[in-house]
């Protein structure tokens, strides 16, 4: 049958642009590449780490570098792209976990309050870096068969659409390049754009979060690895900072109720507009860094929200925890 | 069933080599040998579909058999009366599953109800939550109206009633059972009596057409499509434009179109590689010049099956009250589809349509063009009735779409600048794809008198399909009904 065979060259095709050509994987298999020597790195010349992961409200919010430098913590950005779904960046970040490392679990807030989603980018990076051990679902009684994770690897229409639109346009075909990755694993963008605040989902947990949370919990104590949740600083509109604050408080409670909650006052909600480069979730250079020093401090300290805080800041929101603390000078 | 999942495609590879292997073993075994795999092949699909559904369908299906055999026995001038109660019977548990929460909360306004089987998963919010969440059967719709045809077309042509192992395999004929074709008696029951497992390659060969042809109308159309609308449909309810709310409807409407189709020829083609011919059951709607001719297109089996038990029973068109039989049959028709008023609409207008159609369809005598226009204007605008659930928001979008003043300059292009631009590109591309093969379909019909004769080209389609299939798949949309 000639047209099956057509279609197993088609597929190869496919996948050979996958490996070798796509802008996006290219991109992110250079990242991945860079995020893997630093931890290395770290393992040669320090008894422990910290690993912080999330997508890419990570990826461009914590300068592992400067961590080092200013602070003496080594800390290494695992962050990525939100999109390839919290399976796989959990996994790819605790394939460089060591025993007496911490983890901190920096995934965006809409990653757990909705049910976990096959990544078609997750499918194609690990396809193109030959890790497929990151599409693999151990906290799952029901995990995905191999051939949902083969057939993620197929283009689709809007990438072809996105591809030739950009194509013709003479625009570049991925919107970050290597020039943005730095030691470390940190990200940066010089693109500025506009856009619109959000805040997190009202959602609360959803059950593949608590089946997830709970494995990863184990897996760690296990393993003893210290671990925590960080919500990733993203930028709220001012007008809606209240609601966002108090449906912020009521998913960081149940978190808590899960794993330690890392205590940063503002709750990972900024009304800095200035603070973020192409997007809410992207923060700038120098408030990175301001970010990263605070950061410091959080790790070092091991400072986590008891729950019962948290739940007293949900019934009184007037509380001292939530004036907007000034932002530290920024410094080079 | 999902014929979109490769995981489909893997089981019934194991199972048709499992009958393989049995077939040469037992090679000198009768027809009945050969139906027991059928039957035993169907089962074992659907129950890794969903347990509960198989076991439902096993239910309904030894309850309608022994039904209809009880029937038949009985005095002919009191077979009528039985009949009015077997039909009941049989539709009980389309009832119970789909309806219950509707009929009960929606309609009657009554206590909340404890249901008496429930797969679903209670809330605490008590009985109502659990009918509620009732999980419906799949294909409990079709199969039902395939069965309760089967007991009238067996009582009215004298039909004798066939082995057990053969109802069930016509009342379960894997291809077809979750969502049709629903296939008659007279056209299925023949085929099924003298089927053996044999290879045919021309029979093969068209069947993998078909198949291949449903899968790129499934997984390149209806799939891109609802990508498309579900975008589209976000920006329609936060900033209800009357430009956005058309958008969606176009491609609610081409979505839905291919989803199901693609599930009808890729039944079709499963059918036929077995050397099993099931019933076309949409022969390109959108190329219609009239609503009436629309319906001879759309889900045709379900249509004809209305029009034989309903709709000519009661009169059909020749009697005073023609236009209350098409309302009573459309608006049946919608609640078939779904459990919500906003079914019941969608039926009532094409109910309207139709009636206007008959009226002065003939009389106004417009051109083909004219007509066609016109013809998907109200097709399109029903989906509407259709997808939008919520029903304060479907009648300030039907709201919009009638108030002219909506349709200023400014409202258009406020449209398009809040509309992402790769969202809107990606859009345009996809109906522009959709309009190139509407375009093959329509001559498909005028040049070689069949549906979709020119879009016979496995080889791009397949091409199309592994190039422009999304990542993440959908399921079926009918599978919802």
Redesign the interface.
């Known amino acids: 049958?000639?047209?099956?065979a057509?279609?197993i060259a088609?597929?190869m095709a496919?996948l050979a642009w996958l490996k070798w050509l796509d802008p996006e994987v290219n991109f992110y298999r250079a990242a991945v590449l860079n995020k893997q020597e630093w931890a290395e790195k770290l393992d040669r010349q320090y008894p422990s780490k910290t690993v912080v992961y999330g997508g890419s409200s990570a990826a461009f919010a914590i300068d592992a570098g400067r961590l080092l430098r200013n602070h003496r913590l080594p800390v290494v950005n695992m962050g990525l792209h939100a999109g390839m779904g919290p399976e796989m960046l959990t996994l790819f970040a605790l394939s460089e976990v060591r025993p007496g490392d911490s983890l901190v679990i920096a995934l965006e807030t809409d990653h757990l309050t909705a049910p976990f989603?096959?990544s078609?980018l997750a499918?194609k990076l690990s396809w193109a870096t030959g890790n497929s051990q990151w599409l693999e679902q151990p906290w799952s009684e029901h995990p995905r068969?191999w051939?949902?994770r083969?057939?993620?690897?197929?283009?689709?229409?809007?990438y072809?659409?996105?591809m030739s639109?950009k194509f013709l346009a003479g625009a570049p075909l991925y919107r970050y390049s290597k020039d943005d990755l730095h030691e470390g694993g940190w990200m940066t963008t010089s693109d500025r754009r506009s856009f619109k605040g959000g805040g997190p989902g009202s959602s609360p947990l959803s059950a593949d979060a608590k089946t997830f949370l709970a494995w990863l919990r184990d897996r760690c104590a296990q393993a003893g690895v210290k671990v925590a949740y960080l919500p990733p600083r993203s930028y709220t509109d001012p007008d809606h900072h209240d609601a966002a604050r108090h449906r912020q408080l009521r998913l960081l409670e149940e978190i808590s109720r899960w794993v330690p909650v890392l205590k940063d006052p503002e709750l990972g909600l900024s009304t800095v507009r200035e603070d973020y480069a192409d997007t809410p979730n992207h923060l700038t250079e120098s408030a990175a860094r301001a970010y990263s020093d605070q950061l410091a401090g959080w790790i070092k300290n091991w400072d986590v929200w008891e729950p019962e805080e948290l739940r007293a800041l949900l019934k009184s929101p007037s509380s001292t925890a939530t004036a907007v603390t000034a932002p530290p000078p920024r410094s080079l | 069933m999902n014929f979109a999942?490769?995981?489909f495609w893997?089981l019934c590879f194991y199972g048709l080599g499992t009958i393989l292997v049995l077939k040469l073993l037992f090679s000198k075994a009768g027809p009945a040998f050969d139906k027991s795999l059928l039957l035993l092949l169907g089962l074992f699909l659907l129950y890794v579909a969903s347990p509960e559904s198989c076991l439902v369908f096993i239910l309904i299906s030894i309850g309608s058999y022994l039904g209809i055999r009880w029937l038949v026995h009985r005095e002919k001038q009191h077979q009528k009366r039985y009949l009015f109660l077997l039909i009941p019977l049989q539709l009980l548990p389309l009832v119970y599953y789909k309806y219950g929460y509707f009929l009960s909360h929606d309609v009657l306004g009554l206590p909340l109800l404890q249901p008496l089987v429930d797969f679903g998963d209670p809330s605490t919010d008590g009985w109502a939550s659990s009918l509620k969440n009732l999980i419906i059967p799949a294909g409990i719709s079709f199969y039902t109206f395939q069965k309760i045809a089967f007991v009238l077309d067996t009582l009215a042509f004298k039909k004798p009633v066939p082995t057990f192992l053969d109802y069930f395999n016509f009342s379960g004929f894997f291809p077809q059972v979750i969502a049709g074709p629903i296939e008659r008696r007279h056209d299925l029951l023949p085929q099924i009596e003298q089927f053996r497992f044999r290879w045919s390659a021309p029979a093969i060969d068209e069947g993998?057409t078909w198949i291949?042809l449903g899968l790129f109308f499934k997984l390149?159309l209806a799939d891109?499509f609802a990508?498309a609308f579900d975008g589209v449909a976000q920006l329609a309810n936060s900033h209800l434009n009357v430009y956005h709310v058309w958008a969606a409807n176009l491609l609610f409407g081409l979505r839905i179109y291919y989803d199901f189709a693609g599930y009808s020829l890729i039944a079709l083609g499963l059918a036929r590689c077995l050397g099993i011919r099931l019933t076309l059951n949409f022969a390109s709607p959108y190329c219609a010049t009239s609503c009436t001719e629309f319906w001879r297109r759309w889900h045709i089996t379900l249509s004809q099956w209305f029009r034989d038990y309903l709709y000519i029973p009661s009169g059909g068109g020749r009697v005073r009250w023609w236009a209350f039989n098409i309302f009573t049959v459309f608006i049946l028709s919608g609640i078939w589809h779904g459990a919500g008023w906003n079914f019941v609409l969608w039926g009532a207008l094409h109910g309207l349509f139709l009636v206007v159609n008959r009226l002065w369809g003939k009389r106004l005598a417009l051109p083909a063009v004219a007509g066609w226009f016109i013809t998907m204007t109200v097709c399109f605008l029903a989906w509407l009735c259709f997808y939008e659930m919520d029903t304060t928001r479907l009648w300030q979008k039907l709201a919009l779409i009638f108030t002219p003043g909506e349709y200023r300059w400014s409202a258009l292009t406020e449209a398009v600048t809040l509309w992402d631009a790769?969202d809107l590109?990606?859009s345009l591309?996809?109906v522009g794809l959709a309009g190139v093969v509407l375009c093959l379909e329509w001559w498909s019909i005028r040049w070689k008198k069949e549906p979709y004769a020119l879009l016979w080209n496995?080889?791009l389609?397949?091409?199309l399909?592994?190039?422009?299939?999304?990542?993440?798949?959908n399921g079926f949309i009918y599978f919802a009904f």
């Open positions: 049958m000639k047209f099956l057509i279609a088609t597929g496919c989603l096959p078609s499918a068969p051939s949902s083969v057939m993620l690897l197929r283009p689709g229409g809007m072809v659409v996105a639109a | 999942d490769f995981r893997q993998a291949v390149v891109n990508i790769t590109a990606f591309c996809f496995r080889s389609l397949v091409i399909t592994v190039i422009l299939s999304p990542g993440i798949n």
